[in-house]
């Protein structure tokens, strides 16, 4: 059950675009569509923004989108905006029946 | 509204036991599996453990295997865990969130645990 690859930090300015990449192996991300990510802000339990790849749970602005090719997934979050600060975590069902989470990614606004 | 509690953490020795509770509000408890997550002092998310509505699938992580029990009381709105054999690195906040397929929409505020000599 090794941790999913993330980036340990993005950084942009606000109004811009990044991407989070999420990578792992045949036996977890590129095995299912269960990839989901989360934002997590200091002190505060994390919310989920995407699940199942693409999809985004009512509430959650349309600036953020998922996508995977192969054993990587990714998070776009377009329109940067301050409150957008926080880390990011991506996840996967594996074939072992359980989650693997990424290492998180830590995302500055400039 | 949704509502998931977490209580049960605290100061523990290594080696020692400590068990959680999640009161769950606001849903159908018995209709959703459940799952604990945990997360170290300033390091990531780990999945700890599922369990499916009816308490007839079970899974856990490989670093808890053998030490931590899953459960749930439907009557109670209730999920537990159950945790021996306590480890300084099972030192961490720990979520309960109720699971959809395998993703997580709702979670506790987490209660911390800390294994300490």
């Known amino acids: 059950q090794s941790a999913l690859t993330q980036p340990a930090s993005v950084s942009g300015s606000p109004g811009q675009s990044i991407t989070i990449s999420c990578t792992g192996t045949?036996?977890?991300?590129?095995?299912?569509?269960?990839v989901s990510w989360y934002q997590q802000h200091p002190g505060k339990a994390p919310k989920l923004m995407i699940y199942?790849?693409?999809n985004r749970p009512s509430g959650v602005p349309d600036r953020f989108s998922g996508s995977k090719s192969g054993n990587t997934a990714s998070l776009t979050i377009s329109g940067l905006q301050a409150e957008d600060e926080a880390d990011y975590y991506c996840?996967?069902?594996?074939?072992?029946?359980?989650?693997?989470f990424g290492g998180g990614t830590k995302l500055t606004v400039l | 509204e949704v509502q998931l509690v977490e209580s049960g953490g605290g100061l523990v020795q290594p080696g020692g036991s400590l068990r959680l509770s999640c009161a769950a509000s606001?849903?159908?408890?018995?209709?959703?599996?459940m799952n604990w997550v945990r997360q170290a002092p300033g390091k990531g998310l780990e999945w700890v453990s599922y369990?499916?509505?009816?308490?007839?699938?079970?899974y856990y992580a490989d670093s808890v295997k053998g030490r931590f029990t899953i459960s749930r009381d439907n009557a109670k709105n209730s999920l537990y865990l159950q945790m021996n054999s306590l480890r300084d690195e099972d030192t961490a906040v720990y979520y309960c969130a109720r699971g959809q397929l395998w993703f997580f929409v709702y979670w506790g505020q987490g209660t911390l645990v800390t294994v300490s000599s």
């Open positions: 369990i499916s509505s009816s308490s007839s699938t079970i």
């Open positions: 045949s036996s977890d991300v590129g095995g299912y569509n269960y």
């Open positions: 606001g849903f159908t408890f018995s209709s959703y599996s």
């Open positions: 996840s996967s069902y594996t074939s072992s029946s359980t989650v693997v």
């Open positions: 199942e790849v693409s």
